[in-house]
């Protein structure tokens, strides 16, 4: 009996859907572009928490977006709860940052609790150095990544494309602003190198003529050797300054402050505001390095 019901049950439900999926783009043709409906929204999951602004400043009301990695967490690491698995089975869209050790070891378990989402990969137009995922703290190559993540909003969601293209030349712009502010920060200290915990800031470095000196071993603590190595580095070039992140390890960073007698400065590489934190972080970085040879 049963085995007789059920097709009949969810041949109904799907009729119901297909009504009301109908509805809905009757309705969307004639208000676009449609800002203020609930039902409408993408749901947007992203790996960390600075994408979460990304694709908030792309798709603005037309998007709700979760963000896998909770805050404090350490994007190298990370795993998630059962909640959130269960949350991303109704998620139309996931916006992998690429090359984030968690994706690699998370990604075929998020696929499988969601067959019809749409997996885009934000680093696809990118050259990743070294295995380094840390695309986002670079403004010039988060313009790279807007244009991945809002090609796949307007993939998703064709109906509000000219809203979509609107917001991204608006974030574009803003990212160009925000790239030139952080140039004329950091003219004054250019070709210098600084010392930092987790290598984070390599493409950052890269785009404002830095260089980044880590003391973190492919994600581990140093051993006696490389410490000791790290420090001769940092005494012949006077390093007054050690940058680390509350999500990683001090423990390290702050033996070698202790030992030069320089200080641990926290710079945030997972902001919810990124543009606010990358001025942040020049400006802290223009003012800690210029002092130092
Ligand atoms: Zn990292």
Redesign the pocket.
């Known amino acids: 009996m049963l085995g007789f019901k059920k097709p009949v049950v969810i041949t109904a439900l799907l009729f119901i859907l297909v009504v009301a999926l109908a509805g809905c783009q009757a309705h969307t043709e004639t208000t676009q572009p449609v800002t203020d409906k609930n039902e409408h929204k993408l749901t947007v999951f992203v790996s960390i928490l600075p994408q979460a602004d990304f694709v908030r400043q792309l798709g603005g009301e037309q998007v709700e977006v979760n963000v896998m990695m909770l805050p404090g967490a350490n ?2 690491n990370y795993e998630p709860d059962t909640g959130q698995l269960k949350a991303l089975s109704r998620a139309d869209l996931y916006i992998k940052v690429g090359h984030l050790p968690f994706e690699d070891a998370w990604m075929e378990r998020f696929i499988s609790t969601n067959r019809d989402m749409l997996v885009v990969d934000s680093s696809q137009s990118i050259e990743i150095i070294e295995h380094n ?2 695309i986002w703290l670079s403004p010039r190559l988060v313009k790279v990544q807007a244009e991945t993540i809002s090609a796949a909003l307007v993939q998703l969601d064709p109906q509000n494309q000219e809203y979509y293209l609107q917001r991204k030349q608006v974030f574009l712009k803003e990212l160009d602003k925000l790239d030139r502010e952080i140039a004329a920060t950091l003219s004054g200290v250019k070709g210098k190198s600084f010392l930092v915990y ?1 290598p ?1 800031w390599g493409y950052f470095a890269r785009d404002y003529g830095l260089q980044e000196v880590a003391i973190e071993e492919h994600g581990k603590e140093p051993g006696a050797r490389e410490m000791s190595r790290i420090i001769d580095y940092a005494k012949k070039n006077q390093v007054k300054t050690i940058f680390a992140s509350s999500q990683h390890s001090t423990h390290s960073a702050e033996a070698i402050a202790a030992d030069l007698g320089a200080r641990v400065v926290l710079l945030d ?1 997972l902001p919810v505001d990124y543009m606010d934190n990358m001025r942040k972080v020049a400006k802290t970085m223009a003012a800690e390095l210029g002092g130092e040879q």
């Open positions: 994007e190298h995922p840390h987790h984070a590489p």
